[in-house]
C-alpha cells in the first residue's frame, strides 16, 4: 500500500514532559521499530508535528537580544523540519529500515486571504498554568488559550492549499524511498507576484497530510498521537473511545478545534476524496493502528474495516 502517516507533536513530546530533545529522541526511538516496520512493507510519507517543538523557539527567538526581531514563524518552521526530520531518518535506519529515507524541506503554499490568518487557533509550545502564560503572551506580544489543563501560545493557521515539493516526493516513492515531508504542516508560503514568501503562521500538519495522501492516491492516511483513539467528552468522567466510524457518524460529536477537530475533519476530507480509509490512534500502537485493529478506523458510509 501506500501509506500517508501524521506524526503529532505531541507523541514526539507528551503533555507535561520537559521540551528535552533527549526525551522527545527517546519516544522515537521507542515506536520507531513498528514505523520501519509499516515503512519496510509498504511506500510510506511520514509527516510529523512540530507544535511544542516550534514554540519553543519561537520563545528562545524572542529572548534573544541580540537579535532586532525574532524570526518568523515560516523560518522556524524549517528549522524544526532540520531537526525533527533527522530525528527520524536516524531512528528509522537503526531501527533497520531497509529503504533510504530522506527529510524534504518542504513548503506549503496558502491563500492570503484564508481567514486562519484572523483568527489564532493552532497550539504551539509548551503548556503552562494560565498565570504564567499570560506573562509570556504579555511580553511577547502572543495569544493564550486553554489546552486541556494548560495554557498555551495560538498561532494563525490557515489551510494548506498546495505542496510545492509534492512532485519530488512522487518521484522517491516510485523508487522505493521513505519520504519524511511537510514537516510541521510545510513552511507556510503565500504565491506573489515575487515568487513564493513565507508568512507568520503554522500550517496544520493533518490538514496537510490529508492533502498529501489525496494528491499522491495513497490508500491509507494514519494519524498517531499521544492518546490510543477519538474519545467522545475527552477528558470528562464519561468520555468512551469511538473504535469503528463511518464519516456520516462523525457529526454527532464535537472535537476541540485546536486538538482532535482538525485530526477528524482531515480523516473526514481524505475518506470523502478518496473512499480510502483513515486511522487515528496512539504511536505506541503504530503496528496496529495501520492493520485496522486498534485506534479509531474512519471509514466510508456503507463501508468497514476490522477494528478492536
Request: aromatic share 4%.
Amino acid at each position: 500500500m501506500r501509506i500517508v502517516i501524521a506524526l503529532g507533536g505531541n507523541a514526539l513530546l507528551r503533555r507535561g514532559e520537559r521540551p528535552d530533545a533527549a526525551i522527545q529522541l527517546a519516544h522515537l526511538v521507542s515506536a520507531a521499530p513498528a514505523l520501519a516496520k509499516v515503512a519496510s512493507e509498504h511506500d510510506v510519507v511520514l509527516v510529523h508535528g512540530n507544535g511544542p517543538q516550534v514554540g519553543l523557539l519561537a520563545l528562545e527567538s524572542s529572548a534573544d537580544t541580540t537579535l532586532s526581531r525574532p524570526y518568523p514563524l515560516s523560518d522556524l518552521v524549517a528549522e524544526t523540519q532540520g531537526i525533527i526530520g533527522y530525528w527520524i531518518q536516524q531512528a528509522l535506519a537503526n531501527a533497520g529500515l531497509p529503504r533510504p529515507a530522506v527529510a524534504l524541506v518542504t513548503q506549503t503554499v496558502v491563500d492570503r486571504d484564508d481567514p486562519g490568518f484572523h483568527e489564532a487557533t493552532k497550539f504551539v509550545g509548551s503548556g503552562y498554568d494560565e498565570a504564567t502564560a499570560r506573562e509570556i503572551a504579555a511580553q511577547n506580544g502572543w495569544t493564550v488559550r486553554q489546552d486541556g489543563s494548560t495554557w498555551r501560545r495560538v498561532v494563525p493557521s490557515p489551510r494548506p492549499q498546495r505542496i510545492v515539493e509534492l512532485d519530488t516526493a512522487e518521484l522517491l516513492l516510485r523508487n522505493h524511498t521513505t519520504v519524511i515531508l511537510a514537516g510541521g504542516g510545510g513552511v507556510p508560503v503565500v504565491d506573489g507576484p515575487d515568487g513564493l514568501t513565507g508568512v507568520e503562521a503554522v500550517v496544520d500538519k493533518d490538514y496537510v497530510a490529508a492533502l498529501i495522501a489525496t494528491e499522491l492516491h495513497a490508500d491509507l492516511l494514519v494519524m498517531l498521537t499521544d492518546v490510543p483513539a477519538v474519545y467522545v467528552d475527552f477528558g470528562t468522567p464519561g468520555q468512551r473511545p469511538l473504535h469503528a466510524v463511518a464519516i456520516t457518524d462523525l457529526d454527532k460529536y464535537a472535537f476541540p478545534a485546536g486538538s482532535m477537530g482538525p485530526k477528524v475533519t482531515a480523516a473526514r476530507l481524505f475518506v470523502e476524496a478518496t473512499n480510502g480509509r483513515a486511522a487515528i490512534g496512539s504511536l505506541d500502537d503504530a503496528t496496529a493502528v495501520v492493520a485496522g485493529t486498534a485506534g479509531t478506523q474512519i471509514h466510508e458510509a456503507g463501508r468497514r474495516h476490522t477494528s478492536n
